[in-house]
């Protein structure tokens, strides 16, 4: 079944379409991963991007990210509506993702949380690094989870309180 049947993206249809960053990649530093893939006009993202790393074809285009360019600044994750941008880092000793959250309350910092992976599974647990309340400029709350295993970067998509 696809995505648009099941509402869940398969990590290998990201990886195929070139939406996620490669391993060497995401071992020199952060790096945005969007998992933006419906045709809808939408575009916060680029316009927020100072390194002019995430190109579309038109308003209705779906968002690509040059992962050669990107930093992870967060900037984009920030002003995305959809929830649908994250950021992985796998350069430190123990690699993170920074996911948008918006339920209360909020996670503390140094609190464990649940990792859930795209379709709500349980992944295991993870330490919070830190937590960036919404704003005016991000409608959402942004925390950073760090967990042992690598591999978790491409699956964890939000996190459970408590």
């Known amino acids: 079944m696809s995505h648009f049947e099941t509402g869940i993206i398969d990590p290998l249809y990201l990886r195929e379409n070139g939406f996620l960053p490669s391993e ?3 071992r020199k530093g952060p790096v945005a991963v969007i998992e ?13 991007c100072q390194f002019d790393a995430i190109h579309m074809e038109g ?3 779906i968002p690509h990210v040059d992962f050669a360019k990107c930093t992870g600044c967060m900037s984009c994750l920030k002003v995305c509506p ?9 350069s430190r000793a123990t690699p993170s993702v920074i996911v948008p959250y ?3 309350p ?4 140094g609190g464990t949380v649940t990792l859930l992976g795209r ?9 919070v690094r830190f937590v960036l309340a919404a704003d005016k400029v991000s409608k959402s709350s942004l925390v950073s989870v760090e967990f042992d295993d690598p591999a978790l970067c491409e699956q964890v998509r939000n996190i459970r309180v408590g």
Do not use: M
Request: proline fraction near 7%; include cysteine; hydrophobic fraction near 35%.
């Open 102 to 104: 918006e339920y209360l």
């Open 106 to 109: 909020l996670p503390t910092k």
């Open 24 to 26: 060497e990649r995401q």
């Open 119 to 127: 379709d709500g599974a349980v992944l295991g647990t993870g330490t």
């Open 82 to 90: 959809g929830l649908a941008i994250f950021i992985q880092d796998r």
């Open 59 to 61: 308003i209705n285009g």
């Open 36 to 48: 933006c893939i419906q045709e809808i006009p939408c575009n916060p993202c680029v316009g927020a």
